[in-house]
């Protein structure tokens, strides 16, 4: 992974890391819940999500040095990349990393969960405040920078009861959920806008389309851990709306397979992890043939797209291909 040099990278690099390296601990962490979860549902006595947590972990610290570094150093690129119509979406990709790390953190650290729930919780609201706030009074965007990214910042918030209602913050837990649901919808009217009036996105940034499985599949996980573990009708429909999008995005792999490695691939991962998720609680709570055929099919995919993530990570960051110019 491009994480172990990174708080050390020489000035010329480290100016421009992107923030969007942080979709790296989104991607690790989203992938340790999904293990975890089918390794209580299967009785592995192996536990390797124990190990990816860790992993989660450095990654998210190594990552954040690295960029409290830039921000000391060469803070006006940060503001410029704050600024930026496509970048700052991937700002709160920081407090994201954080609430899944608290929920992965649940059953092992309770009490660093809650801290991480809480700091992350904060974080999440105050980026979702700015980053509207920005929108809403600006002379800079146009449709052409509509992209997936934007659900990061304000659907995000969905995130937050997986956590939030364990820890025993119910009520909280209801205003960041209401946030989220209500801002899916109108956001997901304007990407449908973008793309089927306006010219595709640059290609670079097709990996994102895949962030259009994560809202409807942590909202599905949300749901559930809002009523309690019942599976009812509107989980149902959150939940066959994730799946629908993912079976849409398979259909088009075609354009996938033909993009060169890049950062943004990572905005795979976190959404396969979201579906893997949902799919292992439909196999729990509704059981059925189905979802018992889904949720190793898409764990083995997850497992498999995450390595390969990593191993591509690393070469680029061995080539000197990370934090550099665009």
């Known amino acids: 992974m491009n994480t172990t040099a990174m708080p050390d990278a020489p ?11 942080f979709a790296i601990v989104m991607g690790l962490a989203g992938t340790t819940i999904a293990l975890e979860k089918l390794e209580h549902l299967w009785g592995w006595t192996v536990t390797p999500s124990a190990v990816l947590f860790w992993l989660s ?54 009490g660093a969960s809650l801290y991480l729930w809480l700091v992350g919780s904060s974080v999440q609201l105050a980026f979702t405040l700015a980053i509207l706030s920005n929108w809403m009074h ?23 009861p997986i956590a939030g209602v364990p820890l025993g913050f119910p009520e909280v837990s209801w205003f960041y959920f209401s946030i989220g ?5 109108p956001l997901l009217t304007v990407l449908l806008n973008r793309f089927f009036f306006h010219p595709m996105i640059p290609s670079k940034l097709m990996p994102t389309l895949f962030i259009l499985i994560a809202p409807p599949a942590v909202g599905f996980v949300a749901w559930v851990k809002l009523h309690n573990g019942v599976i009812d009708d509107t989980a149902r429909i959150l939940y066959y709306f994730a799946l629908f999008t993912t079976l849409l995005l398979f259909t088009q792999m075609r354009f996938f397979w033909k993009l060169s490695f890049a950062l943004p691939w990572w905005a795979y991962s976190f959404p396969m992890a979201a579906i893997t998720i949902a799919t292992s609680v439909m196999m729990e709570k509704v059981g059925g043939a189905l979802f018992g055929l889904l949720t190793p099919v898409l764990l083995a995919l997850l ?8 191993f591509k990570t690393i070469q680029a960051m061995l080539r000197g291909q990370i934090c550099v110019p665009e």
């Open 11 to 21: 000035p010329g690099r480290l100016q421009h890391m992107p923030v969007s390296l």
């Open 57 to 110: 972990a450095l990654a998210f610290g190594l990552i954040s040095l690295a960029y409290l570094n830039k921000f000391v150093r060469h803070r006006q690129h940060v503001v410029a990349e704050f600024n930026h119509p496509i970048r700052m979406s991937f700002f709160p990709a920081m407090s994201i990393g954080m609430l899944l790390l608290a929920v992965a953190a649940l059953a092992r650290f309770p």
């Open 138 to 160: 600006h002379e800079k965007f146009q449709v052409q920078h509509s992209n997936p990214a934007w659900f990061i910042p304000i659907v995000g918030n969905i995130l937050v």
């Open 181 to 185: 649901l209500m801002m899916w919808t």
């Open 303 to 310: 497992v498999m797209l995450v390595t390969v993530l990593c």
